[in-house]
């Protein structure tokens, strides 16, 4: 048995810019799209480690742009690379790659990908960070965990731009990582998933670490699922797949027709 999806797409830190990876997510034969995460610029601050994987990469990796897939009935809009959170900040990597990018060009840049998507696929947008605007708490879909006092930690461009292409289409799914499930103060689990009142929903898919072990040994891994149905998202899950592909455990964040919600947020 095998896991047969769609697509897939990858929310970044990669692997501290390990180019083995990102040849191994080249050999996939689905349809992929990859935004690159603040641990994937490498200890380079020229840009050139950042820059090989995007070359690797070529169309696969979507930040700032349009993911066009062709086959899998949904368009993937990414938001600014590299992102750490925090509201917006360049690092001195992605400078070297793409220039000196202003919040108001980043904002442009994903309202822009957006527009040109195609009106009746569903719209994902990608980002590395989730947006500001998802909670304050620690345990907030982007809520800072690491330090007091705990505040969100979301993007602020990707904010802005989602209540810009709001005007025009409700975005589907915002997909984001880099925020990890598990808190480091404390203890406890983060809110992984929340819809707002126009129907969007946002997903932190940050399971880290991705492989575990079953309660006979097994392993497992872990991976966010989402189903589509006449371009609606029907389904959103955390599920712990067995080395087979089939299914150990599985976590419902939302049903459309149950409305069923994580309990935890
Ligand atoms: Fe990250």
Redesign the pocket.
Known sequence: MKLSPDGILFV??LGEADIKVVKAINSLSLPIAVIL???DRGKDKTGELLQTQINLLKDKHCGWSLMEWSVSGISVVGARPCS?GGGFHLSEEVRAVYGEITLEESVNRIVIAAEKAPRDLPLIILA??GPTGLGSEASSPCGRDWKPPALDWGDKDLALAIDKIRKKRIPDVVIF??MHHNLKRGGGYRCTYKQDIWGTSYLNAACVPRKTKGSKGESLFHLSWIEFNNGLLTNAYHRWYRSDASVAYEETLFNRHADKKDARC
């Open positions: 970044g830190d995460g603040n641990h750490a590395h960070s990582g880099h």
